[in-house]
């Protein structure tokens, strides 16, 4: 078994900043990628930014230079600090989770349940 947990999320006035993350458990063997996704209501989902298991990032254009994903390997942890938040980052955050339960098995996804993001003054 493996459980993907966000927290973080909130109501956050324009210009202000949020701290989520994703902690996974339970019978992890290595976590490669740990990605955060996004989805606004009567959009579909997008990738918001990646980090691999070396610290390799990648951002979707619209947070780059405002939002940053880092991750604790220790802890199974990912975290996407938000600053600089506008209305159009209102949205489901989700985060993925690719990893091995054991050293010779497969790479698989998790997903949290998400956390909501609003921002609105």
């Known amino acids: 078994q493996v459980q993907v947990v966000e927290s973080g999320g909130g109501l956050v006035q324009p210009g202000g900043s949020l701290r989520l993350s994703c902690a996974a458990s339970g019978s992890i063997f290595m976590i490669n990628d740990m990605t955060w996704y996004r989805q606004a209501p009567g959009k579909q989902r997008e990738l918001v930014a990646t980090i691999s298991r070396g610290g390799i990032t990648r951002y979707v254009d619209s947070v780059k230079g405002r939002f940053t994903i880092s991750r604790d390997n220790a802890k199974n942890t990912v975290y996407l600090q938000m600053n600089y938040l506008n209305p159009g980052d209102t949205a489901v955050y989700s985060c993925?989770?690719?990893?091995?339960?054991?050293?010779?098995?497969?790479?698989?996804?998790?997903w949290g349940q998400g956390t909501q993001v609003t921002v609105s003054s």
């Open positions: 993925n989770v690719a990893l091995k339960r054991i050293s010779f098995g497969r790479v698989m996804e998790y």
